[in-house]
């Protein structure tokens, strides 16, 4: 079952899906929308067939377990930013609902869309799709059109790369023929073509199955995160790649593996991945199902060891707070936004409301909305009420369109 998120009247899903309190910050403050991480992936346990490891005790298979970016789903913003944060530039408008939402990371929001000119591409049999956009929307409205997409590959979880002179947008596909494709955003060269460049991967996953297709072995990825101008996924059976510029700076390839799988420690049957950048550092957060996919029994946290490539199990998070929507992800310094430290919030699947898994205590319990950040509201109202008061003597002097 996908995770439920909050509709509107219509049907459209709302995103970010983070408390109210936190989405009030966000809105007089936009640079936290950096801190906003991609939705993360559900995965379940499949039994070894007969073609499997023909050793006594084959590596368990995982599955993607109905995950949501399989299908198209409308989703509407949920931020509305203050006037004066910002100086408002005309540029192209981001229709409203949204298309299709696929993914953010980094500042950047990746939608579904319609191309401007109507264009049909070859294989494709409307002009929406094979035409995704990007979006910055922290704080303006600006959109931007990627290139067409090729409608016989999947479009599956798109990531951008940290680094700013020269900024790349990876799109994993899930399978390995092509693993992934990018474009470059930013630094293209004055003939350089704004485009899709595909690559296939040609490494055999070491938890795969093995099979009459030699291609059934290769890796195919299904999340990712940029950090530093690298690009760090994940496999569908855990392994981590790392993906980054060649010498030249014209392509992507991967230049790393982990030492090891990452799957919960714990027994699971079915099982959440989220990547949030927290602190310098990269986090993976499992929250982890022993019998049905509605209901969270334990999660665990993992930090990156980037000289070992290898994860590292966190008994403490110290003064973070990990918030994990169905839709995004979040981390935030648990002393300067006033809420609890060691601690991780999440959403249900099955209903709506949040959870707190207390990491000291190593226990999870139903947490009303208003108690994740009590000492924000407050905190807000007195910023907003001063900086509503400095806007307004400025107002005269900015220019908004």
Known sequence: ??????????????????????????????????????????????????????????????????????????????????????????????????????????????????????????????????YYGISYPNGYESFYSLPPWDPKVPFRHPVVSSCLEKSVMMVLTGVSHPAFAFCRLEGRGRFEKYEWIKHDCTIPDPYCSRSSSEKQNYMGFTNAIGYQGKFFALSLQGTLAVIEAGVDSSDLRITALGPKRVVPCVHSRYFREYLVESNGEILLVFLISRKSANIVDDVEVFKLDMVKLSWVKMERIGDRTLILGTNCCMSVSASKMGCKSDSVYFSNKSVEGWWEYDIQESRISPCPIDKILPPICRALDRTSRRRYKFLENRLPLRVFS
Not at 49 to 75: G, I, V
């Open 1 to 130: 079952m996908a995770p439920k998120v909050k509709k509107v009247e219509d049907g459209t899903e709302l995103w970010p899906d983070l408390p109210q309190q936190l989405i009030k910050m966000i809105s007089w403050q936009p640079t936290l929308m950096h801190n906003i991480g991609d939705g993360g992936v559900t995965k379940s346990w499949r039994s070894s067939s007969r073609q499997c490891n023909p050793a006594s005790k084959p590596p368990k298979w995982l599955e993607l377990h109905d995950d949501r970016k399989d299908h198209d789903t409308k989703f509407k913003f949920n931020i509305t930013f203050h006037l004066g944060e910002h100086i408002w530039y005309p540029r192209r408008p981001w229709p409203k609902p949204w298309k299709y939402y696929k993914g953010f990371a980094n500042g950047s929001l990746v939608a579904k869309g319609t191309s401007s000119r109507g264009i049909v591409a070859e294989g494709a049999s409307s002009p929406e799709e094979n």
